[in-house]
């Protein structure tokens, strides 16, 4: 309606005062002083073997949500479903309000739940999604669509409580760098992925411009095989956490 320019003009007013506020009301939690500075590296951060195993199913997550967010899922939708521009957005938008609602219940269900067990839950469900999508005809009907596109943003989204996994590793010395870092390995997985799906994508359908929905399945197939690989090995990470936070419960801790 507005066109793209209009957006980016709302959205960095949005941003705007959103950081206006943070500066205005934003303040230090009371307590006791901080502890003194520690000498730290990113080597320290990367010598912690269960810092790994949450860095890298943060790298298939955010990797595969934005990817597809952001580049794939479009010429998915109007060449693998052969949508109409207007659908296609539409469903977009399906799962760009799925995303909005994912973060807004994520802490709320890792608060009641357990974070590790939530997280396994979402990133299973994420990574299924994916998978459903590649088993999707092509002409699967738009509430089905619909539906897993949702899901498919609602799912990823989770991937934010990752974050509140790599703090609980480290000590506050290192907790900015450790997150820092996590958060690298999930920008890294947008900007391979992104590069590395278009590159699969022609070599499964060589034709430029006659792409077929096989085609697509295949990245869905890629990408979703990733994902699990990954949650495969987070889950002794998520189980020795989920077993500690028992036995405390059994001692009154």
Do not use: C
């Amino acid at each position: 309606l507005v066109g793209w320019r209009a957006v980016f003009v709302v959205g960095a007013a949005l941003t705007l005062g959103a950081t206006v506020t943070l500066l205005l009301l934003a303040r230090d939690a009371p307590g006791p002083d901080p502890p003194a500075p520690r000498q730290g590296s990113l080597l320290e951060v990367l010598r912690v073997r269960s810092f790994w195993p949450v860095a890298l199913l943060n790298f298939a997550m955010v990797g595969s949500l934005f990817s597809y967010q952001s580049l794939w899922l479009g010429p998915y939708l109007l060449g693998g479903q052969g949508l109409s521009p207007l659908v296609a957005g539409n469903l977009l938008l399906a799962l760009g309000l799925g995303s909005v609602g994912g973060y807004f219940v994520s802490g709320l269900l890792a608060d009641r739940f357990g974070l590790r067990r939530v997280i396994l839950g979402a990133a299973l469900a994420f990574f299924a999604v994916q998978l459903a999508l590649a088993l999707l005809p092509v002409d699967a009907s738009l509430p089905w669509l619909g539906l897993a596109l949702a899901g498919f943003g609602v799912f990823g989204a989770f991937n934010v409580l990752l974050f509140a996994d790599v703090r609980s590793l480290f000590p506050p010395s290192l907790t900015g760098r450790a997150l820092a870092l996590n958060n690298l390995f999930g920008m890294s997985g947008v900007a391979l992925l992104q590069w590395f799906l278009g590159f699969m994508l022609v070599r499964l359908e060589p034709m430029p411009g006659l792409l077929a929905p096989s085609a697509y399945s295949g990245l869905f197939w890629l990408t979703g095989l990733l994902g699990l690989a990954s949650l495969a090995l987070y889950l002794p990470h998520a189980l020795e956490g989920t077993g500690r936070q028992a036995k405390g419960k059994e001692l009154g801790l």
